[in-house]
């Protein structure tokens, strides 16, 4: 099997932005494990077309695109595990402190709701930049956007009714 080398951009690409696409696919995925097999998926599939790529004025977007698309379509690899009997290794437990109640609430979200809120906010698209990132229209991604806040926002308003913020 030939070997590639990747073009000097491509390297200089992936030094200059590996840290800020894995915050993207963690804040997607909420799991740092799934974020790097996301990222390097994304990656070997943007060098082998770096050279078309390239070319477009945003690489960034054609790199998230294949994350979250990846994302998104994860549970169809999900289909083809295996059950066994070995226990899993330990988890990794984050050591910065975080809103336990607020971290559950968007990982309950669904995929698409959470993902338009991980671009809108984190990577602070605009609504027809994320639709074009999403391939849906501008309506989807608002509406997504809207139920994705009513929930939150409804999450929080019965963590403070309880007290529980105290």
Sequence with gaps: MPSWDAPPSFESYVRD????????AYLLSGDAHLAADLVQDAL???GMAWRRVHKHDDPGG???RVIVNRYLNRLRSLRRERL???TPEVAH????PRDEQLWDAITS?????????VLRYYDDLSESQIAATLGCSVGTVKSNASRALAKLRAALA???LDGSDV
């Design 17 to 24: 932005r590996h840290r800020e696409l894995l915050r993207f």
């Design 44 to 46: 070997e599939r943007t």
């Design 62 to 64: 054609y790199v998230r």
């Design 84 to 86: 066994t009997d070995a």
């Design 93 to 96: 437990v984050d050591s910065e």
């Design 109 to 117: 979200l669904p995929k698409q709701q959470r993902t338009v809120l």
């Design 158 to 160: 019965s963590r403070d």
